[in-house]
């Protein structure tokens, strides 16, 4: 069963706009983790943000943001103030089970292609 | 400090040899994965170790495919023998020991001919 679903395969945005890209997650472990990667053209999978499942506020970093609503098992990623620079492939991913644990792979969405105009 | 570090960053082999991919986690890290990314199926987690031991396999395709991790600073990943079909890029990732996320290499692009 798919347990993280990315809806939006493609998306063009004006520069300078915000944008949400959506994840959903599924999971019955009360404690896991979810994660947003950027890769760019370039190939190279980039970090960006984490949200744990007992995180009482949204995850940020710089200009991205993650709107965490834990009952409808979604993880969206926002952007603020879009830059062309933000063009790339997104992708949300989910650990399961607690920081601790020792066996802790994590699952991707299928991914966003984010294209911003000039 | 050096980030996880994957070589070849390019392979191209023939149909029926064996490749072999390295991966040296970033130094302190105890977790070690391996993905494979193509068009049709996306990033797929192939096998990941803790602590030198592999914890799951499951998500290798076939028996042509193996994994090591002789040591905490060094992993393979062998195809034996290569297909058309294995061409994708391979990545390799590792977390701190309590994760909370992965940091990946560079990727080698493999393509069989």
């Known amino acids: 069963a798919q347990k993280i679903t990315q809806t939006q395969p493609g998306m063009f945005v004006q520069e300078k706009e915000a944008v949400t890209l959506d994840c959903t997650y599924d999971?019955?472990?009360?404690?896991?983790?979810l994660f947003w990667y950027k890769q760019p053209s370039s190939g190279e999978m980039i970090f960006l943000i984490y949200?744990?499942?007992?995180?009482?506020q949204n995850a940020t970093e710089g200009r991205y943001s993650l709107n965490f609503q834990k009952a409808r098992k979604s993880a969206n990623l926002v952007i603020s103030a879009s830059q062309l620079g933000d063009s790339a492939m997104y992708f949300c991913?989910?650990?399961?089970?607690?920081?601790?644990?020792?066996?802790?792979?994590?699952?991707f969405g299928s991914g966003t292609r984010l294209s911003i105009r000039p | 400090d050096a980030g996880v570090i994957q070589s070849p960053r390019h392979e191209v082999t023939e149909m029926g040899q064996e490749v072999t991919l390295r991966c040296k986690p970033i130094s302190g890290h105890n977790s070690l994965f391996w993905y494979r990314q193509t068009m049709m199926r996306g990033l797929e987690l192939l096998i990941y170790f803790n602590n030198n031991v592999p914890i799951d396999d499951s998500g290798m395709p076939e028996d042509r495919f193996s994994a090591k991790m002789p040591n905490a600073s060094f992993s393979t990943l062998k195809i034996q023998p290569s297909e058309p079909r294995d061409s994708a890029v391979y990545f390799c990732?590792?977390?701190?020991?309590?994760?909370?996320?992965?940091?990946f290499g560079p990727g080698t692009r493999l393509t069989v001919l």
């Open positions: 949200q744990g499942s007992y995180d009482q």
């Open positions: 999971t019955s472990d009360p404690s896991y983790g």
């Open positions: 991913a989910m650990r399961e089970g607690g920081p601790g644990s020792s066996a802790s792979k994590i699952i």
């Open positions: 990732a590792s977390s701190p020991g309590t994760p909370t996320w992965q940091f």
